[in-house]
């Protein structure tokens, strides 16, 4: 009867081994995100004892409204620095730009670039939203690509 507790004790070890086993590829594991271009290189930042410089040309400055669409990467009290794209191929998936609608500028990820017969159009999606924007959006319509975030 002792030799069958052992047995009947292995087996549920076994069981638990194999079970924590499935659950932990069940669990999420870490992937790829959307990353922007890298636009500043390291020779074009100076950092001196009373000031930082950034040598980028046709750089503005931007701060963001807080509507939590681009949590945790910034939000109210972000601010950033950007370009003003000169073509389609200036913009990359993962890139973060702002567009034109009738409510305004809204500064989001593109999460995708397609064609179809009007061209070009670029998908886009805050990082904190569950769904895409629902806008097909023209290269005439970004006004801006973020190439900055200070805290």
């Known amino acids: 009867m002792g030799r069958g507790l ?3 004790g292995a087996l549920l070890v076994i069981s638990i ?11 999420e ?8 271009q890298d636009r500043i290189k390291e020779n074009q930042i100076h950092i001196y004892s009373d000031k930082v410089v950034i040598d980028v040309d046709g750089a503005s400055w931007a701060t963001y409204a807080d509507t939590n669409s681009m949590d945790p990467l910034f939000d109210k009290g972000a601010n950033g620095i950007e370009l003003i794209p000169k073509s389609p191929e200036d913009l990359a998936i993962g890139d973060i730009a702002a567009y034109e609608t009738s409510q305004g500028l809204i500064v989001h990820r593109i999460v995708a670039i397609n064609q179809d017969s009007n061209g070009t159009y670029f998908t886009f999606k805050g990082d904190n939203n569950k769904n895409s924007d629902p806008f097909k959006v023209r290269f005439n319509q970004i006004k801006y690509v973020l190439i900055g975030i200070i805290y």
């Open 6 to 8: 052992l047995i009947t």
């Open 29 to 36: 594991q870490p992937f790829e995100r959307l990353s922007p």
């Open 17 to 27: 081994v194999a079970l924590l086993a499935s659950l932990s590829l069940a669990i």
